[in-house]
């Protein structure tokens, strides 16, 4: 059974950083590209980053550039997302998801979780003063 799981999500203020995890199992982890998602609240679902099976390619939306750095363990079959300079903007529920976002999602912001093959329940970031 594939499983995704994410942790390490929180509250934290302005400036402040976090990091994600997704912890995976049931599927050859190497094998997948792994995408990081996320839903504000009231807004669609907007792609992150995405990262290839060896660690590369690695690819962001513009508006995380420089701040979030998308990595894996693949010993440990986890995903990870790093959150610097956190923006109040940046609040939302983040999902990490098995496989390459499609065009709509990566260039026009259309994205939906069933454009994967799987996903997690996702973790709350709440970036507040």
């Known amino acids: 059974e594939v499983q995704l799981v994410e942790s390490g999500g929180g509250l934290v203020q302005p400036g402040g950083s976090l990091r994600l995890s997704c912890t995976t199992s049931?599927?050859?982890?190497?094998?997948?590209?792994m995408t990081w998602v996320r839903q504000a609240p009231g807004k669609g679902l907007e792609w992150v980053s995405h990262i290839g099976g060896r660690g590369t390619p690695t690819v962001y939306t513009d508006s995380v550039k420089g701040r979030f750095t998308i990595s894996r363990d693949n010993v440990k079959n986890t995903l990870f997302l790093q959150l610097d300079s956190l923006k109040t903007e940046d609040t939302a529920m983040y999902y990490c998801?098995?496989?390459?976002?499609?065009?709509?999602?990566?260039?026009?912001?259309?994205?939906?979780?069933?454009?994967?093959?799987?996903w997690g329940q996702g973790t709350q970031v709440t970036v507040s003063p």
């Open positions: 049931g599927f050859t982890f190497t094998k997948y590209f």
């Open positions: 998801a098995r496989g390459v976002p499609p065009f709509d999602c990566t260039s026009r912001s259309q994205c939906s979780l069933s454009d994967f093959s799987y």
